[in-house]
């Protein structure tokens, strides 16, 4: 069956340390994978896409690779700061025209 | 700046009774979706439409139904409402199905007693 597993429900960090959040998937071939921030109370709010032909991609704190060959990425906030506690989502789509199917999330709480 | 805008932002229901949630969204996407998240589950996808004028299940369609009613609005109507039904509904847009990022309205929290 097809799976997309993010690595933990929680995850606690240091203020400035880097945080590393993984989404593994099964049985899907994605042609996009994305990631999503979900404050409390609130709609996800896209943060980055990366397409199954490219490796990394970075936006400012964030950095997000992309391994077909592990069926895995990898979402790194670097200089981690408290405001960047929030549930973090993965979303990819097979190829073709189909919908976003998100992971479960990770909570990601940064400790002053 | 819109973007999506869902109504309303919180309900209750008696089991039984119908209601629809609205959803418009003014950045002329033509795919539009909604998801219900339940704690432990995550997103999961009720229906969409890819365009105007279709409209897909998803993974958890049974219990809705919906209508594209243009190309800016997507409603979600229970016409029956079970407890199984209490969930936080969020509605989101992309320009196109899939590959391109979503944009999601504030959610509504329904509970069904």
């Known amino acids: 069956s097809q799976k997309i597993e993010q690595n933990s429900e929680a995850l606690n960090i240091q203020e400035g340390k880097t945080a590393t959040l993984t989404c593994n998937y099964t049985?899907?071939?994605?042609?996009?994978l994305q990631w999503y921030r979900q404050d409390p109370g609130r709609g996800p709010v896209f943060l980055l896409l990366i397409r199954e032909n490219e490796k990394e991609k970075r936006k400012e704190r964030l950095k997000v690779t992309f391994d077909t060959t592990l069926k895995q990425s990898l979402f790194h906030i670097t200089a981690s700061q408290p405001a960047d506690s929030a549930t973090y989502l993965c979303a990819l789509r097979n190829s073709g025209n189909t919908p976003l199917v998100f992971g479960k999330g990770t909570r990601l709480s940064v400790i002053a | 700046n819109a973007g999506v805008t869902q109504t309303p932002k919180f309900q209750v229901l008696k089991t039984g009774q119908s209601m629809t949630l609205q959803c418009a969204q003014d950045?002329?996407?033509?795919?539009m979706y909604w998801y219900r998240q339940d704690p432990g589950m995550g997103l999961r996808l009720i229906y969409y439409s890819a365009s105007e004028g279709t409209t897909d299940k998803g993974e958890v369609p049974n219990g809705y139904n919906v209508s594209r009613l243009n190309k800016r609005e997507f409603s979600l109507r229970l016409e029956s409402a079970a407890p199984s039904q209490t969930s936080v509904y969020f509605c989101?847009?992309?320009?196109?199905?899939?590959?391109?990022?979503?944009?999601f309205g504030q959610g509504t929290r329904l509970t069904v007693v």
């Open positions: 950045m002329n996407h033509n795919s």
């Open positions: 989101a847009s992309s320009a196109k199905t899939g590959g391109t990022e979503a944009f």
């Open positions: 049985n899907y071939s994605p042609a996009y």
